[in-house]
Nanobody, 121 residues
Framework: VQLQASGGGLVQAGGSLRLSCAAS????????MGWFRQAPAKEREFVAA????????YYADSVKGRFTISRDNAKNTVYLQMNSLKAEDTAVYYC???????????????WGQGTLVTVSS
């Protein structure tokens, strides 16, 4: 599985941004999909995950209520809608695919390249 993330950019605090991650291959719906982020000088952290069918999701506490993960299996794409952005959301965001839904919080089988999100305060 190859993953290509896009949609990053510069946004003011309080604004919104939507990230996309396009996946190759015909087995996209088999994988749980997730988003992670890594801020400067910090370790990569989990952000959100969605099951293969799209019926289940879970989030990091820091983004709960502000971010929404979704997927379109017909388009082999997963999205991360980010609202009410804060300066501390500034990071490189990575999409990931994993065969396990709950274990995606800590590991992944496949990683995409990152897309930079910068939130100005």
């Amino acid at each position: 599985v190859q993953l290509q993330a896009s949609g990053g950019g510069l946004v003011q605090a309080g604004g919104s941004l939507r990230l996309s991650c396009a996946a190759s291959g015909r087995t996209f719906s088999f994988y749980a999909m997730g988003w992670f982020r890594q801020a400067p000088a910090k370790e990569r952290e989990f952000v959100a995950a969605i099951s293969g069918s799209g019926g289940s999701t879970y989030y990091a506490d820091s983004v709960k209520g502000r971010f929404t993960i979704s997927r379109d299996n017909a388009k082999n794409t997963v999205y991360l809608q980010m609202n009410s952005l804060k300066a501390e959301d500034t990071a490189v965001y990575y999409c990931a695919a994993h065969s396990g839904f709950w274990t995606l919080r800590t590991t992944a089988d496949y990683w995409g390249q990152g897309t930079l999100v910068t939130v100005s305060s």
